[in-house]
Every structure is written in C-alpha cells, then in structure tokens.
C-alpha cells in the first residue's frame, strides 16, 4: 500500500494553485516528498495520510512548547472572543510587551511586529536613523528575513563566496536590485580580524551589524570565545549599532535568549519563533534612548503588529516559560538526544560533528570544525540527506536541508529520544 498516496495527491493539486505547491520554498522538499501537514500534538505531527513523526523540526524552531499546547491555545481562544485586531492598544499587548522586556536583560523598550523579516527590517531602520549612516555589515550564511535589503550571502554556495580580503557579496535571489549590494558589507562569521579591518576601511559608512548568536540557518557556527565581545567593542569604537537577531534562539536557548545566557549587550534584538509558540508575532527591541527615536522621525506602522493572538500567545508562552522549568527540561532532552546521535555515529565510524546547544543544534558530516559559512560548506550534504529521507520514512521529522537544525520541544519525552535514537542506530547501521 502506497504510504503517501494522499500526500501525492496533494501535491499534485497544490501544484496547480501555488508555486512548488507550497507557501514558503522551504517547505518543497521535491516531487512526492514534500510533506503535507494534517495535524499536530506534542512533539508529533501527522501527515494528510496520517503517517505520525517525531518532530525536531518544529516550523523552523517556533514550537518550543509543543503543537496545539492547550495552556496557550486557550488563552488566544479568550483573546479572540473580544476582537483580534482593534487597531487600539490593549492591555493584552501591553502586558506581552512587559513580560519580553522583564525577560531580556538587554531589551528595555520594545515594540511587537508580525514576523522575523518585520523585527529586522525595523531593526534596521532604527539603526540608520540613529547613526544616520546606511550601510549594514551581516556575516555570511547569517539569514535575517525575506526581503531585498538583508538577502545576501545567504544561501549563496561557497565558489562565489570571495576570498577574505575582498569578500563579495552574493544576492541571494534574483529580483534584488543590484544597488543594494552597495548597502551591505558580507564578512565571514567568527573573524575579528577581518572585520576590524573593514571597519578601518569604512567604519565611519556602517550603521549597524547584524548577526544571530550563532548562525542558526546555516550548519549552527558557534561564536568562538570573544567574537561576540569584539562584536560590541568595534560597534562601540565606530559608532554603530549592534542588532543582535534572536528570531531563531530567542525564548529558545533560555528564557531571556543569547543575551541572558552569554551576558551579551546588544544595541538592538529581533525576536519571533518561540516567543509566541508558533503563532505569529515578532518583536524588537533594545536600549530605550535608541528605541525612543521611532515615532520621533523613524516611521513604523502595522495594521495587525500587537494583535490579540499575538498578544496572548506571546504572553501565554512567556509565563509558561517563567513559571515551569521549560529551557531545563529542554536542555536535558537535547542532551539526551546529542549524546545519542554523537555515540551512534561514533560507532559506526562516521566522522559527524553536532554543533551548538541543546535546544537547537546542527549534526553535520565530515567536518570536523564549523566556524563559518565557508568551512561548513565543507560538510557532506549527501549523507545527511539520505539519513534524512531515511528518517523521515521511519517516523522523524527533521529537515531535509543539513543547514537547519534540529530543535527541541518541552513537549519531548525521554521515551521519544529514546525511540529516535533507536531509528537512527537502525539507519546508520545499514546505510
Ligand atoms: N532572522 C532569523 C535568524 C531567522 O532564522 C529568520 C527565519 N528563519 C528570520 C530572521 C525571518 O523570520 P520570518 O520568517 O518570521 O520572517
């Protein structure tokens, strides 16, 4: 019996009404096996033809509680019997705006937007106006959102990289215009020394720098001991605006994100994902005398920013957060389940290396160090993706591109790390 016959079907028919059959081009894994999503409980989603997964993909990372997470679901359930979006300030959005700013230490004035390109994009903007200089240095395989200004040097492959004294930067799709390339300086991740001299170059043009704590869409690079603080000395010596993106690791590698856990002071940060459990609202936000400018000449406006499902989700998930041991008990699965596939691999031979933390990590093959961009291309796509596919077809849900990485839910029991460690020893053993 064919497995997937509904989900060809499917697609087949979401083929006729939308490009690839999907609504976002990650989603398209390819002809008939792109998944199709029916339902989702927990840690597991199901298929249109009900086959059941595990999920370590979690949308992207949003789902830090779990799919469908009754204590947050009522909660927007009640938000949305008063009127979604008022287009008026309500307390709801006032209380989620306090709870975000009471969690991030770094974060003392912040405003709600609808997704992760919103946050930046203003991120941005407030950036420019503050420093009134336009150009924004981004690191190489760092991704922040969907639009012309920050598509660059994303997805671009490594040939067209550049090499480090001059790097190029690459549009990372056609259809943007070739005069922003000048607004933007690519640089590799985790190289103090190149972006020092960058800086020298042209520190007096550079409005802002833009990266994630680690580079969470693109084989999860760790910063090494002391980039991130070089990060802030070069910002604070050139006048420039330091935007930390936490759109990914926000919520997710601790309640207050990267800037509780490391201790690092950003300008600016961009949130969204687990900040509202999979419903969508973003947020940005950052030190108040820079914060303050928007409204005072910096333009931002929003038809639906702060609606009420935002609103709730967001301040539904966040007291879950304050109030349970979620990033604990996140950690320990993650833990549990690198462990696992670290000893799985190791005795099959297999040279893998996971980076990262537990909440959110990368299993890449055949490197044995991960810097950046340039040194993770190195990895062995292939065998990824054939373990992917592989697990996909017993049951685990993990993305078929190597780039994104594995995350974790508080919804996640040992038994399901257990059983996916079993899946794996099973696909590596006869690979
Ligand atoms: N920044 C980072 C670090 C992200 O991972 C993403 C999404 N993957 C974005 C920004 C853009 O967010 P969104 O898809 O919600 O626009």
Redesign the pocket.
Known sequence: MDKRKKTSQMQERAMKTMPLGVNSNGRYWGKKVTPYFQRGKGAYVWDVDGNQYIDYRLA?GPVILGYAYDEVDEKVISAIRDGVTPGITSQLELEAAEKIVELCPATEKVRLVN????A?QHALRVARAYTGKEKIIKFEGG????YDYVLFSTYAPPSTYGNSRSPITVPASSGIPSALGDLIITLPFNNLEILEATLKRCGNEVAAIIT?PML??FGCADPLPGFMDGVRRLCDEYGIVWIL?E??TGFRIAKGGAQEKYGYQPDIT?Y?KALGNGYPV?AYGGKAKIMDIVGQGVTQGGTYAGNAVAAAAAKATLEIMSTQNVHGYIDAMGSRLQNGLRAIFKKAGIPCLLSSMPAIFSVSFGIESNLDAREWAKADASIYKKIAARAFEKGILIDEDPREPFCMSYSHTEKDIDDTLEIFDEIVRTL
């Not at 997704?115 to 919103?118: E, F, L, M, V």
């Not at 991704?143 to 969907?146: C, F, I, P, R």
């Open positions: 992207f997704g992760g390109s919103d930046t991704y922040h959102g969907s994630e969470g869409n993106d759109v990914k961009t969204a973003a």
